[in-house]
């Protein structure tokens, strides 16, 4: 079966409520997913060896278990508990821990490569660690570390389909709905394809866009 827009219009309440999902999803775990990379960064680099024991375990286990698992565990393990949870923030919170997990790992490989003089001219200069960290380290590293966590952001628009599955009302859970109706794979799953390129493409631009307005600043 080919294209019948005339039948995509019929439903395209269902794709844009879709993408709305998508794209709120994504924002909020792109957000917390960097702030929790950065605190597990700072954690993996720290003196403290407690910190450094425990950013090594979380990073260790949410990159090396499924996706999927984690999304079930805050969409069904949380309510189990009590703790009751919407199926949107469970795939928001699932998100982010597992990709905070890699853009650790990419912010710590960033302040590894800023020369350690910075950090001892910072605190020579009557700074504490932590502000030397914030004020001098970090902001450098970011710097370094925008084409990693650029493809890690675009992973994360990608992997939001995961919402799916349980029910979050994202773009592949309408497309499902979609397709139960009118039986065309290619135009249903089609249309969500281009869908979210309409999301990764526009930031894959930005980053690379910002990561040579970084470069000739440095030139």
Known sequence: MGWDFT????????????????LSASLLAL???LIVGTFVALARISPIRLLQGLGTAYVEFFRNTPLVIQVFFFAMGLPSIGVDISEFAAGALGLSVYTGAFIAEAIRAGIQSVPKGQMEAARSSGMSY?????????????????????????????NSSVLA???GGDLLYHADLVYSQIF?????????????????LPLSYGVNRLERRLARSHT
């Open 7 to 22: 039948v995509l219009e019929a439903y395209q309440q269902d794709f844009i409520d879709g993408f709305s999902v998508t």
């Open 31 to 33: 957000i917390l997913s």
């Open 130 to 158: 932590m502000q030397a960290m914030r004020y001098v380290v970090l902001p450098q590293a970011f710097k370094i570390v925008i084409p990693p966590l650029g493809n890690q952001f675009v992973n994360l628009v990608k």
């Open 165 to 167: 599955i349980i029910a």
């Open 184 to 200: 065309n794979v290619t135009m249903v799953y089609g249309f969500v394809a281009l869908l979210y390129l309409v999301i990764t």
